[in-house]
T-cell receptor
């Protein structure tokens, strides 16, 4: 069965500092991987996705993620965090057929000035 | 284009009642998925509809059901509400329901069961 682990429940970063959010997945086939962000009281917004090809994918808002098959990881990074990035971030894995997504528990990002 | 809309945004019910939530997908999208979000269990997949047919189903009891209409709008119904059904219910739509599609999420319906 598919599963996603986000080991960090909370992360605090200073504004302007770099960010890395960790995600490990378990899936038998080639995974479809996603990062979503959720601000309080909002739905989920897609930051980026990976299906195949270049293992470094660029997303919106200056985010990028790197797929490492050997480590079953898909970590999200941003070189310089802005206060508006404070939100909850979810990693998800999808299957090839249909739209069922399995989400990690989420990482809450706090940005301090 | 208008995004995914969900109605109502907030709902308060009592145990034993039933509730119907509505989701209008982005125009042209044919796949609608539903998710339950709770602090304890996180985001969990409920079911997916594509062209009026349920295509995938999560591990929820039969009290949770849904349907999709010919215009792709979807409803989910929860019968005999329990306290544990209190959650944010999110709907997502995508163009063709392929695994590579981007799913666009609505703002959710916050259900409180008293």
């Amino acid at each position: 069965a598919q599963s996603v682990t986000q080991p960090d429940i909370h992360i605090t970063v200073s504004e302007g500092a770099s960010l890395e959010l960790r995600c490990n997945y378990s899936y038998g086939a080639t995974p479809y991987l996603f990062w979503y962000v959720q601000s309080p009281g909002q739905g989920l917004q897609l930051l980026l996705k990976y299906f195949s090809g270049d293992t470094l994918v660029q997303g919106i808002k200056g985010f990028e993620a790197e797929f490492k098959r050997s480590q079953s990881s898909f970590n999200l990074r941003k070189p310089s965090v802005h206060w508006s990035d404070a939100a909850e971030y979810f990693c998800a894995v999808g299957q090839g057929y249909g739209n069922k997504l399995v989400f990690g528990a989420g990482t809450i990002l706090r940005v301090k000035s | 284009k208008a995004g995914v809309t969900q109605t109502p945004r907030y709902l308060i019910k009592t145990r034993g009642q039933q509730v119907t939530l509505s989701c209008s997908p982005i125009s042209g999208h044919r796949s609608v998925s539903w998710y339950q979000q709770t602090p304890g269990q996180g985001l969990q997949f409920l079911f997916e509809y594509f062209s009026e047919t349920q295509r995938n189903k999560g591990n929820f009891p039969g009290r949770f059901s849904g349907r999709q209409f010919s215009n792709s709008r979807s409803e989910m119904n929860v019968s005999t509400l329990e306290l544990g059904d209190s959650a944010l219910y999110l709907c997502a739509s995508s163009l063709a329901g392929q695994g590579t599609d981007t799913q666009y999420f609505g703002p959710g319906t916050r259900l409180t069961v008293l």
